[in-house]
């Protein structure tokens, strides 16, 4: 073997007793809390999961999924959409 590997394996074992050294003065017992997490999660226990587009056109200038909305109201509207929502994803479509 040459003096390479000798000098890795080497390495290895000085940090494998640096590790048993810290985990053999650390006091015994465990420190932290419990914690009780469901066994399962329903989607109905997310939040709102429907699709958002908004909808950019010439015709009509802005629809919030299928519905007319002025640019105004938008930022608000969208506000009230996303306050509980864990993903915030929007899709915005336009005409060219």
Do not use: Q
């Not at 053999?24 to 709102?48: K, Y």
């Amino acid at each position: 073997m040459s003096a390479k590997g000798e000098y890795l394996s080497g390495a290895g074992f000085a940090g494998l007793f640096l590790l048993l050294t810290v985990i053999a003065t650390l006091p015994p017992g465990s420190s932290g809390f419990l914690v009780h997490l469901p066994r399962s999660i329903s989607p109905e226990d997310c939040g709102d999961s429907r699709t958002i587009v908004v909808h950019v056109s010439n015709a009509n200038p802005v629809r919030l999924n299928s519905e007319p909305i002025t640019k105004a109201t938008l930022g608000e509207r969208l506000t009230k959409i996303y306050r509980l929502r864990a993903e915030r994803v929007l899709f915005v479509g336009a005409d060219p």
